[in-house]
């Protein structure tokens, strides 16, 4: 049987001095997700944490992913009013596993990738402004990337005054292949090619994420940055040789043994 590796990683970056990321990894449920919070100290990091706790509790209790993230939404919202109305969101990405196949969830800008050596795909996509201006050919990548409004998200949760529209897609992840899920701390400063030739570097689970990491804060580190690697091997250990010191080459090729 194929097996499930993954490791996960959260930093506050070079610039802020606070993290208002959160990262949940729960392989007893197949369950991982990174949340973006925002309001500002103490109140991103509430609604982060808020959120992955109701979406873990929602899960167990039998939930679907999309419902689980409904919950997260009202949960914050419940909060925000405990707040005397303080201000609080965050975005969300989810990914829950049922053996090879997955579905993935989301709000917000935080990404989920799914990396081979045939390439790097873009599995969600962001509920933002830029990404509007580009659905309408009002902007291109390379202009978005730079865009003073590049930050500004048409979807949270907490966000009260319009109705949620989760995203949602469904897919089966093959031996030698990873899925990526990460906050816009890290796209925000890598490209989807960057992040793909990371991948094809790495020799374990690991060491990906800390390069991935560590790269985002070379190039600025201006945002939090947290993300999650998962990827299916045959074997039950993520260690890699160092021969070829390929990662996904060398986890395709573990599918002939």
Not at 64 to 84: F, M, T, Y
Not at 106 to 122: N, P, Q, V
Not at 236 to 253: G, Q, V
Request: charged letters at 25%; hydrophobic letters at 40%.
């Amino acid at each position: 049987m194929q097996s499930l590796g993954f490791a996960a990683q959260s930093v506050a970056g070079r610039v802020r001095g606070h993290n208002e990321d959160a990262v949940l990894c729960l392989p007893e449920l197949g369950l991982w997700a990174v949340a973006d919070g925002m309001g500002g100290h103490e109140c991103g990091e509430v609604a982060s944490a808020l959120a992955l706790d109701t979406l873990r509790q929602s899960v167990v209790a039998g939930s679907g992913l999309e419902s689980s993230i409904h919950a997260a939404h009202q949960a914050i919202l419940a909060a925000v009013q405990e707040e005397d109305g303080r201000r609080m969101g965050s975005t969300v990405v989810a990914v829950r596993f049922v053996d090879a196949d997955y579905e993935v969830a989301w709000i917000g800008d935080s990404r989920a990738y799914r990396i081979s050596l045939d390439g790097i795909e873009r599995l969600t996509r962001d509920h933002s402004w830029v990404q509007a201006m580009i659905d309408a050919g009002e902007l291109s990548l390379a202009e978005a990337r730079q865009h003073p409004r590049r930050n500004i998200v048409t979807q949270c949760l907490g966000q009260g005054e319009q109705e949620l529209e989760v995203g949602r897609v469904q897919g089966s992840l093959a031996p030698g292949e990873l899925l990526l899920l990460c906050s816009d701390g890290l796209t925000g400063e890598l490209t989807d090619e960057q992040i793909q030739e990371v991948c094809a570097g790495a020799a374990t689970l690991d060491e990906l994420v800390d390069e991935l990491i560590g790269l985002a804060n070379r190039l600025g580190g201006k945002d939090n940055i947290s993300c999650i690697v998962l990827g299916r091997s045959m074997a039950e250990s993520t260690e890699i040789d160092a021969r070829p010191r390929n990662f996904l080459s060398r986890w395709l090729h573990s599918r002939k043994h």
